[in-house]
């Protein structure tokens, strides 16, 4: 069942806001479900042990009112709610309460800025929005960046676990050239720029992907140390020092020649966006067989992101 808030708000544009709390295990899809299913934007609450609301903006016809409201609100409850259950099911779950609100332009811009703080997403690295004050303590650095459409801003495992094995190998490499793929937001890329490298790549194969990353990374006053291009990853043709790669497991092992040939031997290899155990196993035998050797790992529930150095020929 479903609670709807504030069915007929003022009038002009309104946005239904469709809110549940999703278990850790869930978090990702879900929010990816969300965001296709909205078209619009999703924002997740700050993570807590048992998991984070996430919640889709769908928007509504201006000139409804009355029993036309009411069914746009059912039809898009319906389908999420549907959407939602299989996904779920998937993993023995059932979804919890669906929570509905029905708000004006105005309310939607401001709605979510009370989930988003500047927080310590790995020792030494903070995460701030724009509307936030912050005063770094010494040695540390801050990324100022929003939360944007289906896209990180840190808060997941997998990017947490990212930074702080990208910490490990700018502190112990030292390496002036890296390669983000799959960039997203850029906040990987802009990470190793802080942490010292002259030259960062970023690539990704979402155009959107591109335009948030450029934006992110010129309001960080990073440019002249980031490119940010959706070059294919077969066609990057140099190598580099430290390579990145948050994506998904199926993904990171078809792409172990290419992401094997674009790093410098002795070079580190840093991946992320795996689930511990079968996984994990799965593709340290994958890049094992392609000439890298473990050299660290980190976990967080169900997630793992492993650090990987390249032999030397």
Request: hydrophobic share 40%; proline share 5%.
């Amino acid at each position: 069942m479903d609670q709807i808030d504030n069915l007929t708000p003022a009038t002009g544009q309104r946005w239904l806001q469709v809110s549940l709390f999703c278990p850790l295990n869930l978090l990702e899809p879900a929010t990816d479900l969300l965001g296709i299913l909205s078209g619009s934007g999703v924002e997740q609450s700050p993570e807590t042990e048992t998991g984070a609301t996430i919640s889709g903006f769908f928007q509504l016809t201006a000139t409804d009112s009355g029993q036309e409201l009411e069914e746009a609100v059912k039809s898009i409850r319906n389908l999420v709610e549907e959407e939602m259950t299989a996904l779920f099911s998937l993993y023995d779950r059932i979804p919890n309460q669906i929570h509905l609100t029905v708000l004006a332009d105005q309310d939607w811009a401001t709605s979510w800025q009370q989930y988003f703080k500047p927080f310590p997403v790995i020792p030494g690295l903070v995460i701030k929005p724009s509307w936030e004050e912050y005063e770094p303590r010494p040695g540390e650095a801050v990324i100022e960046m929003d939360p944007g459409m289906a896209f990180g801003t840190g808060q997941h495992a997998s990017t947490r676990m990212a930074l702080d094995l990208l910490k490990n190998s700018m502190e112990t490499l030292h390496p002036h050239s890296v390669l983000d793929v799959g960039t997203g937001t850029g906040i990987l890329a802009m990470a190793t720029a802080l942490f010292g490298a002259q030259e960062v790549v970023a690539i990704d194969n979402d155009l959107e992907a591109v335009t948030v990353a450029r934006k992110n990374i010129a309001h960080n006053r990073l440019s002249a140390s980031i490119t940010v291009s959706s070059t294919p990853l077969s066609r990057v043709l140099h190598s580099f020092q430290l390579t990145c790669a948050n994506i998904v497991h199926d993904v990171l092992v078809a792409m172990a020649e290419d992401l094997t040939r674009v790093t410098e031997p002795g070079g580190h290899l840093v991946l992320a966006g795996l689930l511990r155990g079968r996984q994990e196993d799965s593709l340290t035998a994958v890049y094992r067989d392609l000439g890298w050797q473990p050299l660290a790992c980190r976990y967080q529930d169900e997630w793992a992101a492993l650090q990987l150095v390249r032999r030397l020929k």
